[in-house]
């Protein structure tokens, strides 16, 4: 059997390479920056709505109980996982009127469009339908 030649080295090298770097990498941040133990109540409307991955999130300007009142942005899990919890693409959409359960960041700092941040607890939909916890307890849907 004859050994490969370097060319033929360099080929393989490359091609192993390539298909490393097409598998999709699984990587996932930590909800540790929001406030577990807290939860803020906010009554609005929806302004912006992404059903995207890794995390689906909105936007809602309104009034907050335990919180500011303004413009909160609202991170959720991956909207597979909504799915599972009753969730649709069309269950908010702009313009709803909610009011939703939140976990605030520790550190309430204003994010770059001028908005809260909020990890998803739970959400009363425009229709008085409920999904998650609304309680007023609870950790958001990453955990």
Same mark, same amino acid.
């Given at each position: 059997? /004859? ?5 033929? /080295? ?19 941040? @930590? $909800? ?5 133990? @807290?939860?803020?109540?906010?009554? *609005?409307?929806?302004?912006? =709505? ?8 909105? /936007?809602? @300007? ?6 500011? #009142?303004? &413009? ?9 996982? &909504? ?6 693409? @069309?269950?908010? $959409?702009?313009? #709803? /009127?909610? $009011? =939703? ?9 204003? &994010? ?12 009363? &939909? ?7 916890? $609304? #309680?007023?307890? *609870?950790? *958001?849907? #990453?955990?």
């Amino acid at each position: 059997m /004859k050994t490969p030649s370097l060319f033929n /080295k360099i080929i393989l090298s490359v091609i192993s390479a390539a298909a490393l770097m097409a598998i999709p990498v699984s990587a996932h941040h @930590s $909800t540790s920056a929001f406030d577990a133990e @807290s939860v803020v109540i906010i009554e *609005g409307e929806v302004t912006q =709505v992404r059903w995207i991955n890794p995390h689906a999130s909105f /936007k809602l @300007s309104g009034t907050a109980e335990g919180g500011p #009142d303004g &413009l909160w942005t609202i991170e959720m899990t991956a909207p597979n996982v &909504l799915i599972n919890q009753g969730w649709r693409r @069309s269950s908010i $959409t702009v313009g #709803d /009127k909610v $009011t =939703v359960f939140a976990n605030p960041l520790h550190n309430a700092i204003i &994010l770059n469009d001028g908005s809260q941040g909020g990890l998803y607890v739970g959400i009363v &939909l425009k229709d008085s339908a409920t999904l998650g916890r $609304t #309680d007023g307890q *609870g950790a *958001g849907s #990453d955990r």
